[in-house]
């Protein structure tokens, strides 16, 4: 029987929508096979043949207001959420960042997460949230461009990567953003459910830029 993941993702108010519906939407149409396609196009398929289950997660559970004005209704809030088998922190602009990071209920919420979740990862600035959670320390990592000196700055712990769509440490990934959520999907189906699947997913997304990926190296799509 092929393995199914429930991803979390972490939303709160003004956080970049893009973070997480553009690596949402990547997960939410990969399948094992070309059968499997076929039967979600056609939409003759049930829940336990998806290989992602994407939820999300605010801090009461009550709907958010992402940057650009879309409003998103929580499908849990951090007390009630269930155990995920990956979770993704999202960014935002700075004032945003500075006040997630501020949140000490969060940060906890996102620092006893680590315990338990297969992967925890992180777009754009939402590293800043894991590098003050303390998961960062004394690991490779990357957020948004404008914001590697401020990471540098202020989390010394952390090896800065510069140069990368994202930055995969194991248990941890963190990428560059927001469009390097896209790479980072991409990135994740290869890993958990091998190159033909990440294919078949740029395929049905009609995303032409996934064979430079494959040209260029993991670093790098598009």
Sequence with gaps: MNKQWSVGMLVFDQVDAFDFVGPSEILSIARYTEEDVQNMILGKEGDKQKPFVVQTVSETGEAVTASNGLRILADYSIENAPHFDILLIPGGFFPVIRKLIANQKLIQWISDQVK????????????VALAQAGLL?????????????????????????????FVDEGNIITSQGPDAGLHFAFHLIKRLMGAEAAQMAADTLEYDGYQKYIRNGEGTIG
Excluded at 118 to 126: A, I, K, R
Excluded at 138 to 154: E, S, V
């Design 116 to 127: 338990s979740v297969e992967l925890m990862t992180s777009v754009c600035s939402g590293a």
């Design 137 to 165: 320390n004394g690991k490779k990592a990357t957020t948004n461009r404008k914001a590697l000196d401020f990471l540098q700055q202020y989390f010394p712990e952390v090896m800065v990567i510069r140069d990368q769509k």
